[in-house]
């Protein structure tokens, strides 16, 4: 099992611009979490997936969108990529909700 | 804002110390978990310690929760070179579903061979 797995592993973009960070997970977990990740600081929960077919918004939603496009997948969009989204981007699945979560390997963002 | 604060932020000592790290919660909670975190890597799970359970153990790691206090410390025993990494305590609010986790800014030890 290759767990949950994240593309790309490094990104830079310009002001302005939109991405799509990829995230997915072979353990049949039914939630999945994006978090970013700024330096010094813990993990911020930016949007989850409690199951297939539902998003709801974290603790930092603004500037970003979510698509669960099944179960296994689970994408993070910026739309205009500002500087202040400069961050390290892990995803992350729980089988069980507020149980164990699994972490990506993370993305690195640079935003000039 | 954050829910969990650890306690303290840097640590520094020689292979075969024990280390503790402290981890502070404002909010009532379902579990506390810790992770692990190598530079540059994702976090890795550590232990699970429920509300109604006061201590937990794996291996060489020993986890405390003081409910009344909101707060937990773990122990690394008979440290390793290894085990330097960023340790951070997560949170699981009793409310909003269980959904989320709410990190702390984490413990960096460093172990020193």
């Known amino acids: 099992n290759a767990g949950v797995t994240q593309t790309p592993k490094f990104q830079v973009l310009k002001t302005g611009q939109s991405m799509t960070l990829q995230c997915a997970q072979d353990m049949n977990h039914n939630s999945m979490y994006w978090y970013r990740q700024d330096p010094g600081m813990g993990l911020r929960l930016i949007y989850y997936s409690a199951s297939e077919g539902t998003t709801d918004k974290g603790e930092v939603p603004n500037g970003y969108n979510v698509s669960r496009l099944n179960k296994r997948e689970f994408s993070l969009r910026l739309e205009s990529a500002a500087p202040s989204q400069t961050s390290v981007y892990f995803c992350a699945s729980s089988g069980v909700r507020g149980e164990t979560q699994y972490f990506g390997p993370g993305t690195r963002l640079l935003v000039l | 804002s954050q829910q969990g604060e650890e306690d303290p932020q840097a640590l520094s000592i020689q292979e075969g110390e024990n280390a503790t790290m402290n981890c502070s919660y404002k909010t009532s909670i379902n579990n506390l978990q810790w992770y692990r975190q190598n530079s540059g890597r994702g976090l890795v799970h550590l232990i699970l310690i429920r509300s109604n359970e006061r201590e937990k153990h794996s291996g060489r790691l020993r986890v405390t929760l003081d409910t009344s206090k909101k707060s937990s410390s773990l122990l690394i025993t008979a440290s390793r070179a290894a085990d330097t990494a960023s340790y951070f305590c997560?949170?699981?609010?009793?409310?909003?579903?269980?959904?989320?986790?709410?990190f702390g800014a984490g413990t960096r030890l460093a172990v020193h061979p």
């Open positions: 997560a949170t699981v609010p009793f409310s909003g579903g269980y959904n989320k986790l709410i």
